[in-house]
């Protein structure tokens, strides 16, 4: 599928490289971006090829979010309306956050506003040094408002989660590993490559072993301990009676490497 703002392309073993292409507005989204952003994360979720996809910027910024200029706009439709725009946008980073597919967050320069809510929603997040993730919203009167707040605050804890959101503080790539947002710095200009070979090193895992443990590692942010090993319990059983399952045990007594049906 051919889109004006993001550009997609393969890399081997089933790795997908979504790129979010307005370099001259440090790829903000207006509204067909957010339109071809939509059908390119539900295309990549309903995928059965895809192992891995990694999320990244073209030029010197990974996102700045949405558009200021098209702000007006939004204005325009009302309490209600700006509502129903916001949970579309909220909708594709819930589709990255759910799809049982690794979702890694290449980011080079800023990440900014709903740029930095993106990359919150992607499981990995591997940064050049230069790298700086802000929320801006305060300062033009608003909150963050499609998983900024919510997401932010279960990786970094309540108190820096008001730092960045109340204060609009700056966080930078070395600091984003101490709070474990970041897994991995890059020299600049090395975030994406990082990526695509975290990207090989997932491909080579379990497909169905890898989506149950996304989707059992996130269902376990919100529930108590013992609903989390109910469900770790009912994941196992599920993967226990897969031929993926029996093709890992084989390959590992075999000592060769596995071939994942994803079945």
């Known amino acids: 599928m051919g889109y004006e703002h993001l550009d997609v392309t393969e890399r081997a073993g089933g790795v997908r490289i979504l790129t979010l292409n307005r370099p001259e507005r440090l790829n903000a989204w207006n509204a067909r971006m957010r339109q071809e952003m939509r059908e390119a994360v539900e295309e990549a979720a309903f995928d059965p090829e895809l192992r891995v996809l990694v999320i990244t910027g073209a030029g010197t910024a990974f996102s700045a979010g949405e558009d200021v200029g098209g702000m ?51 499981d990995f997040r591997v940064v050049g040094e ?22 932010l605050v279960r990786h970094v804890g309540l108190g820096r989660a008001k730092e960045l959101v109340m204060l609009g503080r700056t966080l930078r ?24 070979a975290m990207a090989g090193r997932l491909a080579a895992m379990a497909p169905l072993a890898l989506g149950m443990a996304k989707l059992v590692l996130n269902t376990c942010t919100d529930v108590d301990a013992e609903t989390g090993r109910r469900l770790e319990r009912l994941g196992q059983s599920v993967l226990k009676t897969t031929e993926d399952h029996r093709e890992g045990a084989g390959a590992f007594l075999e000592k060769r490497p596995p071939n994942w049906q994803s079945r």
């Open 72 to 122: 007006g706009d939004l204005t325009a439709l009302g309490t209600r309306g700006f509502r129903a725009h916001v949970r579309g946008i909220h909708a594709v980073f819930d589709m990255v956050e759910a799809m049982e597919v690794p979702v890694i967050a290449a980011v080079e320069g800023v990440a900014a506003g709903g740029g930095f809510e993106l990359a919150l929603s992607c």
């Open 130 to 151: 230069g790298a700086r993730f802000v929320m801006p919203e305060a300062k033009v009167g608003l909150i963050p408002g499609s998983g900024g707040c919510s997401r």
């Open 173 to 196: 790539a070395p600091r984003a590993v101490e709070l474990g947002l970041a897994t991995e710095v890059t020299p600049d200009g090395g975030a994406l490559e990082a990526a695509v």
